[in-house]
């Protein structure tokens, strides 16, 4: 009897496919992460005075 379950098994081509993939998404995020994180550090490097604690909107 033989396996007729529709698998396909990777060939040599598709683990390096998937290998720099891999490579693509891991140094995306990463840069992601990076940005994010000098977003997060100019918000909470302003100035707090200026912003209306009731409203957290600029004072004009």
């Known amino acids: 009897m033989s396996d007729d379950t529709g698998s396909i098994k990777p060939q040599k081509a598709g683990k390096t496919t998937n290998a720099a993939r891999e490579a693509r998404l891991k140094a995306a995020l990463k840069s992601n ?3 994010r ?3 997060a550090k100019a918000r909470s490097g302003q100035n707090e005075s ?3 604690p009731e409203t957290g909107q600029d004072k004009e």
């Open 33 to 35: 992460m990076a940005r």
């Open 37 to 39: 994180k000098a977003q």
């Open 50 to 52: 200026e912003a209306d």
